[in-house]
Structures are given as structure tokens and as C-alpha cells.
């Protein structure tokens, strides 16, 4: 597919889940509309960034190693995209990476990337964002924090000061990444 049919299939596409699929899969049919895919989701003022970046999260979820050689420029974007039906997606393939690395080491995954991601997430934990994001974020930033410890910190101390103030569903994900984190400290 070329760019152009790719942006046709996104016009078309809507917010349901089969329909994000069934263009997903029509990108990993070709390896090379990976590249053209993940330009349009870092053209972050088009809306048609949001729709992109939904089919990205699910051609992430199969061939989450088509964008490694892409990390790169990926952990650099992150932090461009703003409209939050586009942030859900992407902080869900952060957790993706991250979860991933921790199972098997990704070997080009670098202390830069890792840190651009570290960056966002906080971004993302302080600022306005819907509870689904910030949750994926919590387990994005408690692996990563298995690496480096203040990152357990700084984030216990976000969640403790903004858990009474949130919805419950932001409670409860945040207690259990608060139990997390105690846990990983006591070994």
C-alpha cells in the first residue's frame, strides 16, 4: 500500500474495534506500510493522527518488532501528540515496549529512548488526561523504575498525592502499582 491508500483506509476507518483491526491488518500484510503509517501518526495537528495512531496500537499488539528499528524516532514524536484519543494508543504501546524489555532485553532500545519515554509518562501522569491513559502510563513508569529507582519514587509520590482527588478507577490502578512498588523495594 502506498501512503496515499493508507490515508484512504484511515478516512474510512471508524472507532470500532473491528474496523481498526481490519485496517491493521491490511498494513502487516507489508512491512513498509509500517514506515508510512507511523509518519501520519506524528503528523500530530491532522486528525487523521488519531485514527492512525488506533490502527498503530493494534499492528503494534502483532508485530511489536517492526518498530524497533524505529524507536528512534518514535520516543522522540511521543511527546508531540496532544490529542488524547491519540494518547491512548501510544501510551499503550509505551507499556507494550517496556513490558517487552523486560521479558527480553530489546537490544536497541536505548537509554534515550527510555528516557524520552520517562519524560512523556510523567508528562502524562500530571497533566489532564483520561484514566486509561495515566494507567498504562503507571505500568509503563513501574518497570522502567525496576531500572532506576527514583522513578518509583517520583511516581509513588504522584499517585499518593493525586489518588483521593481522582476517579476509581484511577484509585484502584493506583493502588496496585503503589503495592507494586512497595513490594519491588522490599526485595
Not at 493494534?58 to 528499528?69: A, I, M, N, R
Amino acid at each position: 500500500m502506498t501512503k496515499k491508500e493508507i490515508i484512504q483506509q484511515l478516512n474510512k476507518t471508524t472507532a470500532s474495534r473491528e474496523n481498526r483491526i481490519e485496517v491493521a491488518n491490511l498494513v502487516l500484510q507489508d512491512k513498509t506500510n509500517f514506515n508510512n503509517l507511523l509518519k501520519i501518526v506524528f503528523k500530530v495537528d491532522d486528525k487523521l493522527s488519531i485514527k492512525a495512531a488506533w490502527v498503530l496500537e493494534f499492528v503494534c499488539k502483532k508485530q511489536l518488532s517492526w518498530l524497533y528499528e524505529n524507536l528512534d524516532y518514535f520516543t522522540k514524536n511521543i511527546k508531540k501528540i496532544h490529542f488524547g484519543s491519540a494518547v491512548r494508543p501510544i501510551a499503550k504501546i509505551c507499556q507494550l515496549l517496556v513490558l517487552k524489555n523486560a521479558k527480553t532485553p530489546i537490544l536497541n532500545f536505548t537509554a534515550k529512548n527510555k528516557e524520552n519515554i520517562i519524560e512523556t509518562a510523567f508528562d502524562w501522569m500530571i497533566s489532564n488526561h483520561k484514566v486509561a491513559i495515566k494507567a498504562y502510563t503507571m505500568q509503563t513508569l513501574f518497570y522502567l523504575g525496576k531500572e532506576q529507582k527514583w522513578i518509583h519514587d517520583e511516581l509513588e509520590i504522584i499517585l499518593q498525592n493525586n489518588i483521593d482527588s481522582e476517579t476509581a478507577a484511577y484509585k484502584s490502578r493506583g493502588l496496585i502499582t503503589i503495592a507494586q512498588i512497595k513490594k519491588f523495594k522490599k526485595n
